[in-house]
């Protein structure tokens, strides 16, 4: 299928018929000086062709593709000289021509710095939102640059219309299953996940989410740069205009640990991950075009010319690289306990009342055991429990103390807290 990137709009044949039979254009690079810019070169031979059609006669078959197109008007042609070039400065994209690029790239930029807003609570949302428009648009520029049909239609082959009158184009869904579709698998993966997501948050107000979703939302920023470059070009990338995040504080490991728990993440949310994710093989969940996840290390240099370079990349196959997955797998084992380790954990804080019985009517009564709850699982034949259950349990025993204790009167302990001996 013939690439529409160099070739004439109809609208634009119309005004160059138009500047032919004007008069005030005397040579055809003159003409054709209206139609070039940086994201298209135009043969001067389409200026020939269709002047071959104004002139009459024996047309060549190059030329008779023009035939059809009407002649602009004076006005129409007027006010295109008068908004010429009515290009994008930063990206020579023509803002009629090239607009379902021009504004891909506009909501995508608009999505991330949705989510990078300091003072925002729905973060997630608007970028699942934004960024959806934006590869819509992305897909739709080229399927019509390459004349692919992506139109909604009638039994009979007529377009399907909006209540007034518009055809309807494809929406994310369709444009990703279309056979002629150029994303791979893994970033088609991505936006599933986001459209699924944006289907359970559409109708209600969920609670935190974000950083549930965030190395979703990452690799589909840099799913798009990478798509949007190959597609179009390296130029229309976005990678040099959205500059790196800034923070006023270190995150120390009381903050990490509040970061990492999702007990307050919804549980229609929850119980999506846990569908979606579950047929997932160990390559498919960690391509990182699927979810991008990097750690954080606090870094110390013995270059002191890149002592001021925020990001490091640690070169694959490196000592480096070996060390800190090794602390990433070892970190990544969530920390298990027994009922008995729980138990025995709340009798050291004063709660000696607090038996079996109590324990399985508590987790019966909020289905702690639903995998989709996140707070524990099952290891052979075994269930072990997570530390967010266990501060599910304390937080029980603390509001029915007097249940619970052995002197209902002697006040809850002010000292730390005694670490909790693993499994």
Known sequence: ??????????????????????GDFKKDQDILAYFTRPSR??????????????KGGELSVAAQKYVEQPIASNGTLQRFLETWPNIDPKTGLHLDSEELLVKS??????AVQAFNNPTAYFKSENFIVLASIAWVYLLHHFYRNHDFDYVYREEDGTPKLTKHGAERHFDLTACLAMTECPLDEHTVRNLTYLLEIRHEIEHQCTSRIDD???????????????WVANLFGRQYALDREMSLALQFSGISMDQRKELTRYDDLPGNIRAFNAEFEDGLSDEDYNDPRYAYRVALVQKKVNNRNKADEVVEIVKAGSDDEVEIN?????????????????RDYVHRLGFTRFQQHHHAQLWNDLDAKNPGKGYGVMVATSWF?????????????????????????MEAPTAPRPAPQPA
Do not use: P
């Open 212 to 226: 549930a979703v965030s190395a979703k939302l990452q690799a589909c920023c840099l799913n798009y740069n990478h």
């Open 326 to 342: 090794r602390i990433l797998i070892q970190d990544r084992e969530r920390q298990k306990y027994r009922w008995t380790e729980i």
């Open 385 to 409: 429990w997570y530390d967010t259950w266990l501060e599910v349990v304390i937080e029980h025993c603390e509001e029915h103390a007097v249940d619970y204790r052995d002197d209902v009167a």
């Open 41 to 54: 070169s135009i043969n001067h031979a389409r200026i020939s062709e269709i002047k071959e059609v104004i």
């Open 105 to 110: 790239r506009e909501a995508m930029m608009a």
């Open 1 to 22: 299928m013939a690439k529409r990137g160099n070739r004439l709009e109809d609208w634009e044949v119309s005004l160059v018929k138009a500047m032919l039979l004007c």
